[in-house]
């Protein structure tokens, strides 16, 4: 009896534990949660009636550059930037929508495989070029952002094919409750099936590793070139879902890839990504892109100028970075 | 010539061979302008041969005109790159340089509305060097989210200056756009000088040196006693008026301004920098080679449209030629 008792009690003090070095490690992170949750409070005070189709509508919106995002900040971890997430975003979301018009169901879900199949094959030739040809990541994911802009242009040159009944349900209505977006549903179940396990790996160690410090992880025996490509081919992988969350949302294919390479980047760096490698989630710059979007909502609703909301957003970026390395300083100082 | 430099060094090659590599690595390395040259002087032969008659007087001043906006705006990343910074808010701040000077120019006259352009960029290069220099913010960053601010707060501006207009005064539309005796575009007028400063300043002024030291090794120039946020924050104010000047020239040479009229050049300005031998990663290259770049992105712009190759096609190659080159740089020099 006392020994349950016992064992209970060092089982909740793990947890406690557990959770202080979570939330010691992410400190970012839990920054951003109360950022979003204050942002939310701002929202339900200046649109009383902001309810459930607000949020599905938020949801679906997000999708894409959530999706970006996650990409971009999966390639900055391992020591890189990824310039080409718009353009392959494009390549994706036309691939899909030209290959799905006017075709069955079935055919449809092997489309999709095969999107994300080709996502993985375009980040892998992104990885492989920078391995091999050792020109900084930025120069050749600049040029591999031409090639592949050039590709969708090829595939569909104005915005045109179609998109699965079911595919497009999936992301749009509730799941269950009216206040759970389906999209939300379908961010969170992709990239925990992807991410955690494979944060938890051998592999995600060695994408830190790799990121922080490329020397010590050669020297700890980390293959770094493999590990690169594999970045980057992550990276695609999760720009195809990005481009077929496009698809998805518009139920046409768009070939230009409009400015989610720059929100990719902004978005990541607000969620807590280190440029410099090695430091970071995935789920900070989800929440980053809530925010960037509840703000742009609250702005057009504190009846500000529309037109203002593109510099608001480039001040928060540069605010926010600008507070990070100066508290970064302080601490090097200290 | 990448093709031989590709498979230098393999011990088993031919003695000969391996020095004639050799002797093609150190031209690349020493003098990339001579292969850069030659590149461009073999896409002209291309052009000629694919199009007979094609190049002429007006021909090279036509290219040349086109070209020099994309120069002038690859200079800033060519200084910029050297540092091992980059600013990707040329773009955006060209743009609303020449926007403010087309709206003002209708109240003001063309001088104070030059005069309101050049002030308006330098205080965005100021932000720029400040958030670079002072906070150690990352110069993708702090420029990408500079040409976000600068963006907005002009579609903001433009609905205020709706009912003025635009107006492109004269003298601009002649320096943009204007070509003397068949053959020489105006604008080089103002860019002879640009250029002549920014190479001989680069090698020989003791800012261009600073800019040097400090992409090369910030902790040794730290440490000899180079402030170096001071350097950084002239470097980024410079950045910006010659982004401005180049946003003037294309006003002038399109007869039109719009916030947004740059900035799909901001991406060949890093293009013709890279082509031109400048590194990224700072304390590599110069302001010759990138003029010589911007050439040879404006000659291969004409040539695949005198091909009838699609846009899409276009920007495939223009991409796998920034790439080839960039690792053909990487390899004969050793480093990246």
Partial sequence: MTSLVGARRRLRAEIVELARSWARRNVWTLGLIGL?????????????????????????????????AVAQAIVVISGGIDLSVGPVMALASVTSAVLMKDQSDLFAVAVVLGVLLLGLAVGAINGALVVVTKVPDIVVTLAMSFVWAGAALLILNTPGGGAA??????????????????????????????????????????????????????????SVGPTKILAYALTGFFSALGGLALTATGGVGAPVPGSYTLQSIAAMVLGGVSLAGGRGGVLGPIIAVIVLALVRTDLFFAGVDPNWSTAIQGAILIGVVMFGSLVAMRKVRA | MTGMAGTAGSPGAPRGALLIESRW??????????????????????????????????????????????AILAACQTLAMLTGGIDLSVGAVASMAAFLMATQATAQGPVVALAIALAAAAIAGLVNGIGVGVFKVHPLIMTLGMSLVVLGVMSVYQLLVVRSGTLIPDEI???????????????????????????????????????????????????????????????????AMLAAIAGVLIAGLNNSATVSLVEQSVLPSVAAAVMGGTSILGGRGGYAGTIVGALILTVLTTLLTVL??????????????????AAAYTRVSGDA
């Fill in chain 2, 308 to 325: 009838d190759m699609p846009e899409a096609v276009r920007e495939v190659l223009f991409g796998v030629i920034i790439v080839a080159v």
């Fill in chain 2, 173 to 239: 539309r002649w320096l943009g756009s204007g070509i003397s005796f068949g053959f020489v575009p105006n604008s080089l007028v103002v860019f002879a000088p640009i250029a002549v400063l920014v190479v001989i300043g680069l090698r020989r002024s003791g800012f261009g040196r600073l800019l040097f030291a400090v992409g090369d090794n910030p902790v040794a120039a730290r440490l000899a006693g180079t402030r170096i946020w001071q350097v950084l924050v002239a470097l980024y104010i410079l950045s």
């Fill in chain 1, 36 to 68: 979003l949750v204050a942002v939310s409070a701002i929202t339900k005070l200046l649109q009383p009636n902001y309810g459930p189709p607000a949020i599905q509508g938020l949801a679906i919106n997000i999708l894409p550059i959530a999706f970006a």
């Fill in chain 2, 25 to 70: 690595r150190r031209i690349i390395r020493d003098q990339p302008l001579i292969p850069l040259v030659i590149l461009l002087a073999a896409l002209v032969g291309l052009l000629e041969f694919s199009k007979p008659g094609i190049v002429s007087g007006n021909w090279v001043a036509t290219t040349i005109r086109a070209a020099i906006p994309l």
């Fill in chain 1, 165 to 222: 009944q079911w595919f497009m349900a999936i992301i749009s209505g509730p799941l269950g409750s009216p206040w759970l977006p389906k999209a939300l549903v379908v961010l969170a179940i992709i990239v925990a099936v992807v991410w955690i396990p494979l944060r938890r790996s051998t592999v995600g160690l060695s994408l830190y590793a790799v990121g922080s410090s490329r020397v010590g992880a050669f020297r700890s025996g980390v």
